[in-house]
């Protein structure tokens, strides 16, 4: 689920930050600047994991900040090709189901990733799975296991500066996330945790 | 800002969430030490600041932090049983366990993340286990590993803790449809 990515930048202490201790200043700069945001093809970042080398810091012209070139290592949310993951179902609709974790909502699992003889129940805006002896209900909030099928990136970087063939899809893009996940739970063992994680004698009362 | 390397390891959910505890204790201890500090001073004269900003980690990471650790501890994470089923030699432990059988590194991952203690959830993360490990005495020896190793879930605590977790999320919901009903009745 997490990856380390190494990175090197350049990171500018301010004087109001003089008196932290140089590492100390050093990693709230970085993770001000990185944590909780998503890096284009890497994933979502969450905070520094080490500080691999640092230069010395020097003061630039016009300004009392000092630059420190470094390079670090992050932790970076980016579940691999077929993962399993947990998460809770936030909502759905006739395309799917959407999936949350407490820190990253833009997980899709699309109705044809879902078990067979699933169909949406438009009464009560939920998924049914509907088997030979019963229906089972994929109810929000209900914590789901799911496979990590593919990702789609979006870059949201301002598209006028750099011009060209992203024009086009211009309308569209406030819509999507800069990183989501597809995902499906269709095989067995999949699904709402509560299936499958359930004491025997349970299960044969429903 | 370089990318050196896009993945240069992979971490467990064990190894994060250490991490983040740390990180937390570490903030902690520097804003204990500089009220210690202030307190001293104050003896001399001094003004005692209760609040600095600097105590605080950056805004965007305090959120990520308490969420993510929020995730980590949910129920049916292993990281959310208590005591908490992992230490230092956990990880080794377990790959000495599976030595018998071959895993991939993604597999090994995932079962540290997940613990499946039944042959359905191990199923879910070992790809065509039918075909590798058709023994089904391999399969219970398999599952017998890592129950020693990571430990049992408890499972009744567990369900209740996911049904209650769901029933506060709707409980939630619905309070604020109504608080949100009745503000169209007050228009």
């Known amino acids: 689920m997490f990856i380390l990515t190494k990175i090197a930048d350049l990171v500018q202490i301010i004087p109001e930050d003089f ?5 100390q200043a050093i990693e709230d700069n970085i993770n001000a600047k990185y944590a909780n945001r998503v890096i284009q093809k890497i994933g979502l970042c969450i905070c520094l994991y080490d500080l691999l080398s640092a230069s010395e810091g020097l003061i630039g012209h016009g300004t009392g900040l000092v630059n420190v070139n470094v390079e670090f290592r992050l932790i970076v949310f980016r579940p ?29 699992v699309p109705a044809n990733r879902l078990p067979q003889g699933s169909v949406f129940n438009d009464n009560e805006q939920v998924f049914t799975w509907v088997t030979e002896d019963a229906t089972l209900y994929f ?13 789609t990136w979006h870059d949201q970087a301002p598209t006028k500066a750099t011009g060209g063939e992203n024009d086009q899809d211009d309308g569209e893009k406030d819509k999507h996330a800069p990183y989501g996940i597809i ?15 359930g004491g025997e004698e349970e299960e044969e009362e429903s | 800002m370089k990318i050196l390397e896009a993945q240069s390891a992979v971490l467990t959910n064990y190894e994060v969430y250490c991490h983040l505890v740390e990180q937390e204790e570490r903030y902690e201890r520097r804003k204990n ?6 307190k001293e001073k104050k003896g001399k004269g001094g003004k ?9 980690r950056p805004g965007n990471l ?71 490990f058709p023994d089904e005495a391999d399969q219970e020896a398999i599952l017998n590993v890592i129950i020693d190793v990571l430990g049992q879930p408890d499972q009744k605590a567990e369900r209740e803790a996911m049904d209650e977790s769901k029933d506060k999320n709707k409980q939630a919901e619905e309070a604020h449809e109504a608080a949100k009903d009745e503000m169209d009745v007050g228009e």
């Open chain 1, 183 to 197: 995902a499906s739970m269709e095989e067995s063992g999949l699904g709402p945790c509560l299936w499958w994680d």
């Open chain 1, 19 to 23: 008196e932290k201790e140089a590492s």
């Open chain 2, 33 to 38: 030490e500089r009220i210690e500090r202030l």
């Open chain 1, 80 to 108: 691999f090709k077929h993962e399993v993951l947990t998460g809770k179902i936030s909502s759905a609709t006739p395309e799917g189901i959407r999936i949350r974790t407490e820190f990253f909502k833009d997980i899709l």
């Open chain 2, 48 to 56: 005692l600041v209760k609040f600095d900003p600097s105590d605080r």
């Open chain 2, 62 to 132: 305090a959120t990520l932090s308490i969420e993510l650790l929020e995730y980590l501890r949910a129920p049916p994470s292993p990281l959310g049983s208590s005591p908490l089923p992992y230490d230092q030699g956990t990880i080794k432990r377990l790959l000495e366990g599976l030595r018998p059988w071959d895993f991939t590194k993604g597999e090994i991952i995932m079962i540290l993340n997940l613990r499946p203690t039944t042959a359905a959830n191990l199923n879910t993360i070992v790809e065509e286990m039918v075909d590798r």
């Open chain 1, 139 to 151: 109810d929000s909030h209900e914590t789901v296991r799911i496979r990590v099928e593919e990702e």
